[in-house]
């Protein structure tokens, strides 16, 4: 549940700040009559677009991990299965020849 509620909040830190069509204006453009972007508005966009890349990038990390751990996973449940099926098969036919099938 934790690892819900830690995604939610990355993807809140993610999108923090942005609104339907982009970020908010008012943060990009200065006051003037002209919109001129201010320099430190400008960078404060770069440093919150570079905050946005690197959590990108540590999300597809953890993404990428998660799957590689779900894969393994999944060859051992394969694996385990395979096993299975031959101790099943070794036991039908021994019960084969004790009811003399």
């Given at each position: 549940m934790n690892a819900r509620r830690d995604g939610r909040n990355n993807r809140v830190a993610l999108f923090d700040g942005?609104?339907?069509g982009g970020i908010r204006a008012s943060s990009l453009y200065s006051?003037?009559?002209s919109h001129e972007i201010d320099e430190h508005d400008n960078e404060q966009a770069l440093d919150g677009l570079q905050d946005r890349v690197n959590l990108l990038k540590r999300l597809s990390g953890?993404?990428?991990e998660e799957v590689d751990?779900?894969?393994?996973?999944?060859?051992?449940?394969?694996?385990d299965m395979d096993s299975s099926r031959g101790v099943l098969s070794g036991t039908m036919d021994k019960f084969k020849m004790v009811c003399g099938l």
């Amino acid at each position: 549940m934790n690892a819900r509620r830690d995604g939610r909040n990355n993807r809140v830190a993610l999108f923090d700040g942005i609104e339907e069509g982009g970020i908010r204006a008012s943060s990009l453009y200065s006051s003037t009559s002209s919109h001129e972007i201010d320099e430190h508005d400008n960078e404060q966009a770069l440093d919150g677009l570079q905050d946005r890349v690197n959590l990108l990038k540590r999300l597809s990390g953890d993404i990428n991990e998660e799957v590689d751990s779900h894969n393994r996973m999944l060859d051992r449940m394969g694996n385990d299965m395979d096993s299975s099926r031959g101790v099943l098969s070794g036991t039908m036919d021994k019960f084969k020849m004790v009811c003399g099938l």
